[in-house]
């Protein structure tokens, strides 16, 4: 028998449910897209192609895709006032920031 969310969200004390949701809305603005980043920056995508030099398309096709470079991905974050940090989360593990990512693009 399938039961639905508010049902059984409505079955939990109001504690629980308090609970629930807070950490629901944690998770939430743990995982943002490009487009909401700078959303919450309260820049529109001509202000942000303003601070990057490039067209507001490229901005909207930027924010679109799926796949980019972590230099493209970088200047955009350091843009909105950011910083980029890459990540690893193994099972049964601390996460690992890598280093030495951060500075690839201006070596050359």
Excluded at 24 to 36: F, P, V
Excluded at 68 to 85: F, I, K, P, Q
Aim: charged letters at 30%; zero cysteines.
């Amino acid at each position: 028998m399938t039961k639905k969310l508010g049902d059984v969200m409505s079955g939990l004390s109001r504690k629980r449910r308090e609970k629930i949701e807070h950490r629901g809305k944690e998770l939430l603005n743990e995982y943002m897209t490009l487009a909401e980043l700078r959303k919450a920056q309260q820049l529109t995508q001509k202000e942000l192609a303003e601070k990057l030099q490039v067209n507001q398309e490229n901005i909207s096709r930027l924010e679109k895709r799926s796949d980019m470079m972590l230099s493209t991905l970088r200047h955009h974050v350091e843009a909105m006032g950011g910083e980029l940090s890459i990540t690893v989360q193994f099972p049964d593990h601390t996460p690992i920031r890598i280093s030495g990512l951060a500075d690839i693009s201006s070596e050359k």
